[in-house]
């Protein structure tokens, strides 16, 4: 079967997305900016490799995401930590046949698609493939089928927003014997400082620059 992007998302309701963003954006605000991050996302695969979307389960997301996104399938992410989440969307998407699996997020919307083309081809030759974010976290997550099921061990126990989850994750990779290929380091857009490193690296063209165009834009001051 194709290669799989799984891009981990969220349904953009003002209130429930990015509120981290606050004050400098409003709810609002901030629920159209992710909307535009989850489009770049989903723009991210490279030819020939099939996208899914995961979310949680909330009133309308199947419905509204499956409408936005057609050419992609949507699926309903488990309860339980990250960790639990990323293992059930690897272990279904293995138990499906599928041999090379890249799972990203969606807070990044700068990120370059080469490094989406570089994990799927570090996996031709590779068990494991990982990004690492700024904050000590990670982007994206590759693996080949070969590793599973023993490649659970990633994600239980690991320290989940924390800065020292991709060391975690490379030691526990170590410990599996798990030859894991290194990403260029990026970063995900999380606070308002971020939001000025993200204006100067957007591509023109991709749907969050024009929503930034539009946000960003100061409010004309009243005349009189």
Not at 24 to 48: C, I, N
Not at 77 to 104: H, K, N, P, W, Y
Not at 127 to 153: N, T
């Amino acid at each position: 079967m194709n290669p799989r992007l799984l891009v981990f998302g969220r349904l953009p309701e003002p209130g429930h997305v990015k509120t981290r963003l606050y004050p400098e954006l409003t709810g609002e605000g901030s629920a159209v900016l992710y909307e535009a991050f989850l489009d770049d996302a989903m723009k991210l695969a490279p030819d020939g490799v099939a996208v899914e979307l995961w979310v949680p389960d909330r009133p309308g997301a199947m419905e509204r995401l499956g409408s936005r996104y057609p050419a992609a399938r949507v699926r309903l992410q488990s309860g339980g930590s990250l960790g639990d989440r990323l293992e059930m969307a690897f272990s279904c998407t293995f138990d499906e046949g599928v041999e090379r699996a890249v799972a990203i997020g969606s807070d990044h919307p700068t990120l370059p698609p080469r490094f989406v083309v570089r994990a799927f081809e570090a996996l031709a030759d590779s068990p494991m493939a990982l990004g690492p974010s700024l904050d000590g976290g990670y982007y994206a997550i590759g693996l080949h089928g070969s590793a599973w099921p023993g490649a659970r061990g990633l994600f239980a126990g690991a320290p989940w927003s924390t800065s020292g989850l991709f060391a975690w994750t490379r030691a526990h990779a170590a410990s599996l014997r798990l030859d894991c290929v290194e990403l260029p380091p990026w970063y995900d857009v999380d606070r308002p400082a971020d939001l000025a490193r993200m204006a100067g690296d957007l591509t023109e063209g991709s749907a969050t620059a024009g929503v930034w165009a539009r946000l960003a834009r100061p409010t004309a001051e009243p005349e009189g």
